[in-house]
């Protein structure tokens, strides 16, 4: 589960990207993942987005790297999205502009923020669309496979009883999320990794 909220985070990110750069005599490609690419501006907008939402301070080639391969496994997602013809709705992109301009206190403020990133709001449903697609390919190739048996919740109680303290009925239900968490961390990452596998990857940094 934690993979999947870095992941989610990830893709969160591109809300505040600026999907149309300007453009310029020559773009670095850093990657390729199939038949597409990744530049060098949009990588450095990704790790000024990331940076700026998380704190985050350290640099270098590692974290660099961390994060390209973080924006290869959102281009195979999104490309799988494309196989697999999963759609998103426009009332559900409306749902999601609407829930996230919610976070804000005011009007004002949702606009200061997009004039600050330099996205219109077209670009932002756009944003949002390919995250919806995400989590809906998400949901079908990996959490509708996962059960959590009764048989699974009481093998945990017992092995963490000691830990627990409350009875298997008061429990049970986050018995059954922590088991469910598990096996999803499990699944999800055996799943990226054979999308990953079946990709033609090509890392130039």
Not at 122 to 131: F, T
Not at 158 to 163: I, R, S, V, Y
Request: aromatic share 6%.
């Amino acid at each position: 589960m934690k993979r999947l909220l870095v992941l989610l985070s990830i893709v969160y990110c591109l809300l505040f990207i600026v999907l149309f750069a300007p453009a310029k005599v020559v773009e670095r490609i850093v990657a390729r993942v199939n038949n597409e690419v990744i530049f060098q501006n949009e990588l450095e907008d990704y790790i000024r987005i990331v940076r700026s939402q998380t704190g985050l301070e350290k640099q270098g080639s590692e974290v660099k790297k961390k994060i390209l391969d973080q924006m290869i496994e959102e281009k195979i997602l999104l490309q799988e999205t494309e196989k697999e013809m999963i759609e998103v709705t426009d009332d559900e992109v409306k749902t999601a502009f609407q829930n996230l301009k919610d976070k804000f206190p005011t009007k004002e403020d949702f606009n200061k923020e997009l004039i600050k990133q330099g996205l219109t709001v077209i670009e932002l449903q756009d944003s949002l669309r390919k995250q919806l697609r995400i989590l809906k390919l998400i949901e079908k190739n990996v959490k509708r496979k996962i059960q959590v048996t009764g048989k699974e919740v009481r093998e945990y109680y017992l092995q963490h009883k000691g830990e627990i303290k409350r009875s298997e009925e008061e429990a049970k239900d986050d018995i059954r999320s922590l088991v469910f968490d598990r096996k999803f961390t499990d699944t999800f990452t055996k799943w990226m990794k054979k999308l990953k596998e079946n990709a033609v990857v090509e890392i130039k940094l």
